[in-house]
């Protein structure tokens, strides 16, 4: 076992003789000689920390997450990220005294050979069939006995459930390590993380939100009633900002504030910074019918474990909280640190995630409102960037970035960015959370390639999302626009399906891949998500993929999800197409593609469909005409028009008489020859 001293001496022994280079997690400059010794150097100190355990750690696992199962985190818990180098959104790392392995999933397999020193770090495509789980490599790799830590703060209790079960059916034990080694790694090698943001709470007015916090609290503590409660505990970020009707800026993109709330049938208490709130948020709070109680940030383990405590006495009281919250509250709500016989948990999907899935008709209003500004804004930024390279002038990935944030900022309510845009440029495009980087040569767009942009933007009212490929002299090879028009038939499949009410959204995932299937291609990636309104632009629990979304409550009329097959090919391009779309309930008399057709609803279940809200025309110059049937392309041509007959007037009103003309050339209707 290392002591302290010792640990200290072996740090000392990696960093003689160093530069300094610049970490990817931070920003900050850190002394290493190059990237394979920073890799060795993070490692080792790591492996230190680990042997210096009470108990001698075997592994540790340190997860892309934080203590509320953000899926972006802050810089303070990108963790993963300072001791590997990857910068992708997901994956898990694995540590051990002789391995260092990284699972993640096929969207980031070119980004981690990119980013990663293959020497030291192994790639686990947890996409392939073939490749064990993290908890069947732990079980097949170390020995009885072993101990594996993680923090248990940024665990879910499914995750460490299943985890610690299959540890111990091979003898082993997973252990909650009470300070994250990572953080203490960091310590050492005198490399800080920065500190935890706890920037300004803004209130959002009703005239956005559409109900009040007072009717949200109201609905929920009923829900108290029928599960038998004493109180509802809420994690997730954005269910906190959702509740309150409050909005934030902690993590880049996604407007919420680090916080936890929990409701019990006589109060609200918000933890939250050092729990001061501010007289605006108080203000709105009041007019909403709520008194919130603010407490800091760091207290909320130990109000729950007296709050635990003080319910003891009642056998028929539990403490309702989500499944996705950490190990590390789920042992605190149920007092197990500090009472001989724990309170019972219920411990399910979230009330708040299945309330928020389902948008007022505030909110519908408002995505459709924010759309129709973001579409003026992408197309002004299209008809700049075809001018530009048309006239031979030089546009790098991150100037075209740059340049749409120019015109979103134009429009009525934007708040920033809702995810970092991605520009790809040729070979680019194929990886598929690309980002360019600012540093280092810049890569222009070529006339002569594909162009992927997929971005989004965050405005009060709504969330945007949307990807359109492009090919910049509109001169496309033959395989480039076969893929193209392959995967807008995919889209348009997905956009005019009928489908039963309750249905979850795996079931439509195949419509969108049949004509890739049909000539043996596929993309890696889910074909939709939810999107927040003015919150987190990938929302659960509903979705549209290859892979059941676990929870997954099935589809109602008023959700908002992306509608996003794509095709990649590796080395060469990309091509996405991406659309946000409403669900709607359809009749015979609805405005649908499909209702007139309509015979039946579904055996009393109710059709639904969906409603396009995105606002931005496809290049004609991709799409093989010859391959869309004659509904795909009375389907297109009327998605075209209604984009035109939208935008043309604001256009128009505003004397932006360029964007106008550009606009009437990609909307007119296509025909076959």
């Not at 069939?129 to 879910?156: H, Q, Y």
């Amino acid at each position: 076992m290392f002591t302290g001293k010792s640990i200290v001496k072996i740090l000392k022994l990696v960093t003689v003789n160093v530069v300094f280079v610049r970490s990817a997690a931070t920003d900050s400059l850190i002394p290493v000689t190059d990237h394979h010794e920073m890799s060795l150097q993070r490692l080792t100190a790591l492996r230190s920390l680990m042997a210096s355990q009470p108990t001698v750690l075997a592994a540790y696992i340190v997860p892309t997450a934080d203590a509320h199962n953000s899926e972006y985190i802050a810089a303070v818990d990108a963790r993963r990220e300072w001791l590997s180098g990857f910068t992708g959104s997901a994956g898990t790392a694995v540590v051990t005294g002789t391995a260092a392995l990284l699972w993640t999933d096929g969207r980031y397999y070119t980004q981690f050979e990119k980013e990663t020193d293959a020497d030291v770090w192994t790639l686990m495509k947890q996409s392939l069939p073939d490749t064990p789980s993290i908890e069947k490599w732990l079980c097949s790799n170390l020995t009885e006995g072993a101990r594996v830590g993680a923090d248990p703060f940024v665990m879910t209790k499914d995750l460490w459930t299943t985890l610690q079960m299959a540890l111990v059916k091979a003898n082993m034990h997973l252990v909650a390590v009470p300070n994250n080694l990572v953080d203490e790694a960091r310590v050492h090698l005198n490399d800080l993380a920065p500190a935890r943001p706890n920037n300004a709470i803004v209130p959002l007015p009703m005239k956005y939100t559409g109900q009040s916090a007072g009717d949200k609290i109201k609905i929920l503590r009923e829900k108290m009633v029928e599960k038998k409660v004493a109180a509802l505990v809420i994690t997730a970020l954005d269910e906190v900002a959702y509740t309150l009707n409050l909005r934030g800026s902690d993590i880049q993109y996604n407007p919420v504030f680090f916080s936890y709330l929990v409701i019990t049938p006589s109060s609200v208490v918000l933890f939250w910074g050092d729990g001061s709130l501010p007289h605006d948020v108080e203000k709105q709070l009041t007019v909403e019918g709520v008194k919130v109680e603010g407490r800091g940030y760091g207290e909320v383990v130990t109000y729950l474990q007296q709050l635990a405590q003080q319910e003891a006495g009642d056998g028929n009281r539990s403490v309702w909280l989500s499944c996705d919250a950490s190990e590390a509250i789920h042992v605190a709500a149920s007092g197990r640190d500090v009472m001989e016989k724990p309170l019972n948990l219920i411990s399910e999907v979230s009330p708040v995630a299945l309330m928020k899935l389902i948008k007022n008709d505030v909110e519908l209003e408002g995505f459709r409102a924010c759309h129709i500004r973001d579409g003026v804004a992408v197309v002004r930024f299209f008809n700049w960037l075809h001018n530009h390279l048309g006239a031979n002038k030089i546009v790098t990935e991150v100037q075209a970035t740059d340049k749409l944030l120019e015109f979103r900022k134009e429009e009525e309510d934007f708040m920033g960015p809702s995810f970092d845009t991605i520009a790809g440029a040729g070979a680019n495009g194929a990886i598929i959370h690309y980002t360019a980087s600012r540093e280092g040569p810049q890569t222009p767009i070529l006339n002569d390639q594909m162009f992927l942009l997929d971005s989004g933007g965050q405005y009060r009212d709504g969330t945007t999302d949307i990807t359109r490929t492009r090919h910049m002299s509109g001169t496309p090879t033959p395989d480039q626009k076969d893929a193209f028009t392959r995967v807008l038939k995919g889209q348009m499949a997905i956009g005019s399906a009928l489908f039963p009410q309750g249905v979850k959204g795996n079931v439509l995932d195949s419509f969108a891949r049949k004509s890739l299937w049909d000539v043996g291609l596929d993309y890696g990636h889910g074909t939709g998500h939810g999107v927040g309104h003015f919150l987190n632009v990938h929302e659960g629990p509903s979705g549209v993929s290859w892979r059941p979304c676990p929870h997954d409550p099935g589809l109602k009329p008023g959700q908002i999800l992306s509608n996003e097959p794509g095709y990649y090919k590796v080395g060469e391009y990309g091509i996405r197409h991406e659309d946000l779309v409403v669900t709607i309930a359809v009749t015979k008399d609805s405005e649908h593609p499909r209702a007139k057709n309509l015979r039946g609803d579904m055996e009393g279940r109710g059709v639904l469909g969906f409603e396009t809200i995105t606002m931005v025309p496809n290049q004609r110059e991709c799409i093989d005409v010859n391959l869309l049937d004659d509904f795909e392309l009375a389907y297109l041509n009327a998605y075209h028009k209604r984009v035109f007959d939208t935008l043309a007037p604001i256009l128009k009103a505003r004397n932006l008489t360029q964007d106008l003309s550009w606009l009437e050339k990609e909307c007119k209707p296509m025909y076959r020859e």
